[in-house]
């Protein structure tokens, strides 16, 4: 089952920062935060993962906090393309462990 | 690098037909996932290989659905006597051997009519 919250859906102007949130006050100490979204039925892509520091890479920005119950995704600048599901999902990095998707975040970039 | 590779990308079928579908990995990738997303719904895990073996198999359906991910040649998922609930879309995704990240490819849209 999925360990995560995500607000249903979100808006976000084009240009614009998107900052999608995402609880997982229940995480365990060697999860790890994965971001995947998914445009209109095609497949999942991967955005970015982390553990505690922060990470950045072309796509986008991922923010832990301290006690690492919740993170954001940023997209600095949206665009209508990133109009997607955005899947946030804990995940042991170890042998044999899956990805379980939960609802995610309907977000949509508006011109 | 090719990215996942899943054929075909679309497949009709028959109720009571066999329903067989391909995924190949990236280069070097030696994991392999399978999903099945019903329409209007979310992806559910189905099952986890790693070549000549079976890791998860935890959510496939109990009869009439199989993987395999042989030494050589695609994973392979194999639907028996499909029925019309069996209509979605399968996706397949590959890591590598380090299993950090999973990449998905663009999926198998399967009607069953």
């Known amino acids: 089952d999925a360990k995560t919250t995500q607000p249903p859906s979100m808006d976000c102007a084009e240009g614009r920062a998107a900052n999608l949130p995402c609880n997982h006050s229940?995480?365990?100490?060697?999860?790890?935060v994965y971001w995947y979204r998914q445009i209109h039925s095609q497949g999942p892509q991967y955005i970015i993962h982390g553990l505690k520091n922060n990470e950045t890479n072309e796509m986008a920005s991922l923010i832990i906090t301290e006690d690492r119950k919740s993170s954001t995704l940023i997209l600095p600048h949206a665009t209508l393309r990133d109009t997607a599901v955005y899947y946030c999902?804990?995940?042991?990095?170890?042998?044999?462990?899956?990805?379980?998707f939960g609802a995610g975040t309907i977000l949509r970039v508006k011109s | 690098n090719a990215g996942v590779m899943q054929n075909p990308r679309h497949l009709v079928r028959r109720r009571g037909q066999e329903a067989r579908l391909r995924c190949s990995p990236m280069?070097?990738?030696?994991?392999v996932y399978w999903y099945r997303q019903l329409p209007e719904e979310g992806l559910k895990f189905m099952v986890y290989l790693q070549k000549e073996n079976i890791i998860d198999e935890s959510g496939m359906p109990k009869e009439r659905f199989s993987a395999e991910f042989p030494k050589e040649g695609p994973s392979i998922l194999r639907i028996q006597q499909v029925v019309r609930g069996d209509s979605a879309a399968y996706f397949c995704a590959s890591s590598p051997p380090e299993d950090t990240e999973a990449f998905f490819g663009q999926g198998t849209r399967l009607t069953v009519v």
């Open positions: 999902i804990v995940r042991l990095m170890e042998y044999g462990n899956k990805l379980v």
């Open positions: 229940t995480i365990s100490g060697n999860e790890y």
């Open positions: 280069k070097g990738h030696s994991h």
